[in-house]
Nanobody, 121 residues
Framework: QVQLVESGGGLVQAGGYLRLSCAAS????????MGWYRKAPGNQRELVAT??????NYADSVKGRFTISRDNAKNMVYLQMNSLKPEDTAVYYC????????????????WGQGTQVTVSS
């Protein structure tokens, strides 16, 4: 019904930068919160950043380095990652809370397939 597709991951040296993109498609009436999460091998999935129309929220570990933004007309969310560190290495997942129909009212959470980010020393 709703699909999220991430892109922009890759291999970069420490101190470098990457820009992740996530495109939402399918049965979309409205999108509430969108965000990025990441999971390193052996670790739990953790929140990186979220965004609503009026607020942004960042994990302490990425504040000042990462910037989340969205394009509501295109149903897309982005994550600009600067000053990357080896500890940023993980699979990054896009997340969105989506309302598909005006009636009945219902909201569901969707996840993308993930994109690999690897930061070398």
């Amino acid at each position: 019904q709703v699909q999220l597709v991430e892109s922009g991951g890759g291999l970069v040296q420490a101190g470098g930068y990457l820009r992740l993109s996530c495109a939402a498609s399918g049965s979309i009436y409205a999108v509430n919160t969108m965000g990025w999460y990441r999971k390193a091998p052996g670790n739990q999935r953790e929140l990186v950043a979220t965004i609503t129309s009026g607020y942004t929220n960042y994990a302490d570990s990425v504040k000042g380095r990462f910037t989340i933004s969205r394009d509501n007309a295109k149903n897309m969310v982005y994550l600009q990652m600067n000053s990357l560190k080896p500890e940023d290495t993980a699979v990054y997942y896009c997340n969105a809370q989506v309302r598909s129909n005006p009636i009945p009212y219902s909201i569901a959470t969707y996840w993308g397939q993930g994109t690999q980010v690897t930061v070398s020393s």
